[in-house]
């Protein structure tokens, strides 16, 4: 085992540490977690894990969720410059202003944005719960849903409900490309298109299924198909090939044949700023504790309803 593996997991002891991953981390990450995995599924394990610390490899609202629902631990992110293009597009002033202006309406706002954000809206969703979410709201409630324009046009066709929509979108999925898809699907005629619902529609369009990246990994999983294009960030890729390995996964590249199918922010974690965590036990996250209650209301709200 590499040197550097044995550091961090006699640290991860000596420390009385977790280590919480997100899919779309460098598979060297992936491999060395506790836990794996989608949005809903990591904030569930950040509610139960009984140490004292958790290194949360992800980004930003991710560790920041970790830390809302577990005030008295210590949460620390590897680079507290992972960000997240949809948590960036809702700045809280806009947002309030947004919010005071559609009185009445019940505001979801997807986990991809900040505590601030959270503490302002009725309830959080991710891609797994948000169809369920939105069903629970009386139909005569209208409802305002932010930030992901694209995965709340989904919702909208997905659920019949008629929603506001906030501005925002993935700088990741948004750049997929639909000429690389019909290209792929030319090649490969057998591979099922599967893909994750902050997609644009021109993607979502050619899928055989969409749903979260744990969505995808159990269909990969279960489906008898051998030949699969995966329209999301490309780590989710050593996940389905682990755990299928006589199936074949196209990554869908991004226009211009650039690296964008790779999360720029979560790529800025590695394993040596995991073992700088671990080590130092910093960048930890810290809450305004008035915020932090504010957000853990409609948190709970979800966790309750999923
Ligand atoms: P999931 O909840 O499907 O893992 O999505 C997280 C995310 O950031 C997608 O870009
Ligand atoms: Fe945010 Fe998109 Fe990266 Fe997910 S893939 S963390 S939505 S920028």
Request: hydrophobic share 40%; aromatic share 6%.
């Amino acid at each position: 085992m590499e040197e550097i593996v044995l550091e961090i997991n006699k640290l991860k002891k000596e420390k009385n540490a977790v280590i919480l991953a997100h899919y779309y981390q460098d598979p060297k990450i992936q491999d060395i977690a506790d836990f794996i995995g989608d949005s809903l599924a990591l904030a569930k394990a950040a509610q139960k894990v009984s140490e004292e610390v958790i290194i949360f490899c992800g980004v930003h609202f991710m560790a920041e969720t970790a830390k809302i629902l577990n005030p008295d631990k210590v949460v620390v992110i590897p680079d507290l410059k992972a960000g997240c293009s949809l948590a960036e597009s809702a700045p809280p002033d806009k947002f309030k202003e947004w919010v005071d202006n559609h009185p009445n309406h019940v505001i979801i706002s997807y986990i991809n944005c900040t505590a601030q954000i959270k503490a302002m809206s009725d309830i959080i969703c991710t891609s797994s719960n948000a169809e369920k979410i939105i069903r629970s709201v009386p139909e005569d409630k209208p409802i305002c849903f932010a930030p992901d324009r694209y995965l709340g046009s989904y919702l909208i066709k997905k659920t019949g409900r008629q929603m506001v929509l906030w501005n925002g979108s993935c700088e990741v999925h948004e750049t997929f490309s639909e000429k690389e898809l019909i290209s792929l699907q030319r090649k490969y005629p057998n591979a099922l298109v599967l893909a994750h619902p902050e997609c644009p529609e021109n993607i979502l369009h050619y899928a055989d299924y969409i749903g979260s990246t744990s969505g995808i990994i159990k269909f990969a999983t279960e489906n008898s198909n051998k030949e699969f294009i995966i329209a999301t960030e490309e780590g989710i890729i050593h996940q389905l090939k682990k755990l299928n390995p006589d199936k074949i996964f196209y990554p869908l590249p991004s226009i211009n044949g650039c690296l964008c199918n790779q999360c720029p922010h979560m790529r800025l974690n590695t394993l040596e700023k995991v073992l700088s965590a671990l080590e130092k036990l910093e960048p930890q996250i810290h809450l305004d504790e008035e915020i932090r209650l504010r957000a853990l209301r409609p948190l709970e709200k979800m966790l309750e309803l999923s």
